[in-house]
């Protein structure tokens, strides 16, 4: 399945589209997905990321790709046990409150840099 976007819409209605538009709909995705399921698909050069964490975390991205070479090891710590996919992530950290996992690098370099721009607005005035 494609979504197919208008070539004379803005980038913020492109992106609206995309969100919107169920873009994994083709992919099996009956039941439960286990954690750290990556599944990817470019849209208009765009690729969109579906990542299941302690819940899905969808992101779209032009500047990064999907693939081993694309991970990162991050400590994580064991979410609790009221979270949306305990059953699943409990069984990939057993009894350790803390284990260093691999991680698709955009949520890396999202959570590292989410806030940067801000920062250096602050840090020039």
């Known amino acids: 399945m ?3 976007v208008n070539p004379s819409s803005s980038s913020t209605e492109m992106i609206e589209n995309m969100y919107t ?31 299941i964490d302690n819940g899905p975390v969808t992101m779209l991205t032009t500047i990064h790709n999907i ?8 400590e994580h710590h064991r979410p609790r046990k009221t979270s949306s996919n ?13 284990k260093a996992l691999e991680i698709p690098k955009i ?6 840099y ?4 801000v920062v250096w ?4 005035n």
């Open 114 to 117: 989410m806030g940067i721009a």
């Open 121 to 124: 607005t602050l840090q020039t």
């Open 67 to 74: 693939g081993k070479e694309w991970t990162v090891t991050h």
């Open 2 to 4: 494609s979504t197919r």
């Open 21 to 51: 538009t169920d873009i994994f709909a083709d992919e099996d995705m009956r039941g439960d997905l286990d954690w750290n399921t990556l599944l990817g698909k470019v849209v208009e050069n765009v690729l969109a990321i579906l990542w």
């Open 86 to 98: 305990a059953n699943t992530v409990y069984q990939v950290f057993g009894n350790l409150s803390r």
């Open 107 to 112: 949520i890396d370099d999202y959570n590292q």
